[in-house]
């Protein structure tokens, strides 16, 4: 245990936030999300809801402020009657941890995955809610 790291956060999550540079992204994969089939390295987060995850994460990983868009979500499939009511739960957990307009991208679903595959690490959670699969882009802590 350490002071100031919130506990929902594994060892092996920390170990992958730190290792992150600039510019590198990160996927939130809900219970639905096709993580092992999709992600280079995968975190098992399967008793843990996105909500407290990414309030967790976003302590310890600044955004990047010069990426065309600093987070995107899964977009929902032609047709489905789904709206995605998290997204406006994960949008208000970004605004209080950063300070500057966050811009956020609508992915299809099969270029998400196809972009998944690129990301430096896909988190796979227990979230239940549909379309919950987020990306972060990270950024650069500034200096004091």
């Avoid at 919130?6 to 999550?13: F, G």
């Amino acid at each position: 245990m350490l002071k100031g790291i919130p506990t929902i956060l594994s060892p092996e999550l920390l170990k992958v936030l730190a290792e992150m540079g600039h510019g590198d992204t990160i996927v939130l994969g809900d219970s639905n999300f096709p993580a092992n089939s999709n992600a280079q390295r995968i975190i098992r987060a399967d008793g843990h809801k996105m909500p407290e995850l990414l309030d967790a994460i976003l302590t310890l990983f600044p955004l990047d402020t010069y990426a065309e868009y600093q987070a995107g979500f899964l977009n929902v499939v032609p047709g489905d009657p789904t709206v995605p009511v998290i997204w406006d739960t994960f949008k208000e957990i970004i605004a209080k941890h950063e300070d500057f307009d966050v811009k956020y991208e609508y992915v299809e679903r099969f270029e998400f995955y196809e972009r998944t595959k690129q990301a430096y690490a896909v988190i796979s959670t227990g979230e239940t809610a549909l379309y919950a699969d987020l990306y972060l882009k990270k950024g650069v802590i500034k200096p004091e």
